[in-house]
């Protein structure tokens, strides 16, 4: 790879869900923004998503002023595990490790529970509406069944039937991430979601962790109440942004 290449990294995925070719930049900059361009124009990438750190004002501009569109934007929390005890599980909601062949049932539960979610794919009215919503059904198979998307996946049961379902993968020795969390709409305002963050807040703590981090786009204030709630506290922004390489 040249330098201006390790700037972007090829979204397979996205390619293979879209038909196009789909490139992503983790962070851009102003001292990188033109270097990018030039990668994904040497590279025949047609839609590029990037993130951008919301304080970054003059970055912002200039990709607006190159056709970059606003799609999202995502607020992070901090939890830190090494000043705050174990969460207790008043609440009675039993959280457990997926099993081997609950694959099929978790991304269920996410069908159901991100139907007509806003993230910046759905935000892009040039992306098919049917393969936005398989987004996060496929994100969440995949976490269930290979490590490289996720380390852990906890569910919750009722019923004798998986209602809701964390993932969380570790990004170094310190930290661990809250990826992709959902619960099935009949399910949803009874603690079935804040039991399974506690589940996840005791399992990195388990794991020797530092720290817990997780993001959500800005407008899904119910996920952040419960956040803050269990001690989490913000910890930084970033904008999304598509820009398409053809008219």
């Not at 990438?45 to 970054?56: G, H, M, S």
């Not at 056709?67 to 969460?87: A, E, Q, W």
């Not at 993968?169 to 709409?185: D, K, S, T, Y």
Request: with cysteine.
């Amino acid at each position: 790879m040249t330098m201006n290449e390790d700037l972007i990294y090829l979204s397979d995925i996205d390619e293979k869900r879209f038909s196009i070719k789909t490139a992503k930049a983790a962070d851009i900059r102003m001292d990188n923004i033109s270097a990018i361009m030039q990668s994904c124009a040497d590279q025949e990438v047609v839609l590029l998503i990037a993130r951008c750190p919301t304080y970054d004002l003059k970055t912002v501009q200039k990709m607006e002023q190159l056709g970059f569109l606003l799609m999202d934007t995502i607020i992070y929390f901090n939890y830190d595990l090494l000043s705050k005890p174990m969460v207790e599980d008043i609440d009675c909601i039993h959280i457990r490790t997926v099993r081997a062949g609950e694959e099929n049932a978790v991304r269920s539960v996410a069908q159901e529970a991100f139907k007509g979610y806003l993230g910046h794919y759905h935000a892009d009215n040039r992306l098919d509406r049917d393969r936005c919503d398989e987004v996060y059904m496929d994100w969440a198979y995949r976490s269930c069944i290979s490590s490289e998307t996720a380390d852990v996946v906890l569910v919750s049961e009722h019923g004798g039937k998986i209602v809701g379902f964390g993932t969380i993968r570790i990004n170094n020795p310190m930290e661990g991430e809250g990826m992709l969390f959902g619960v099935a709409p009949p399910c949803q305002g009874k603690g079935v979601y804040r039991g399974i963050m506690k589940g996840c807040i005791n399992w990195c703590t388990k794991k020797g962790l530092h720290r817990m981090i997780i993001s959500t786009q800005i407008t899904n204030v119910a996920s952040q109440k419960v956040w803050s709630r269990l001690g989490f506290e913000p910890n930084g922004s970033l904008y999304t942004f598509h820009k398409w390489f053809i008219s």
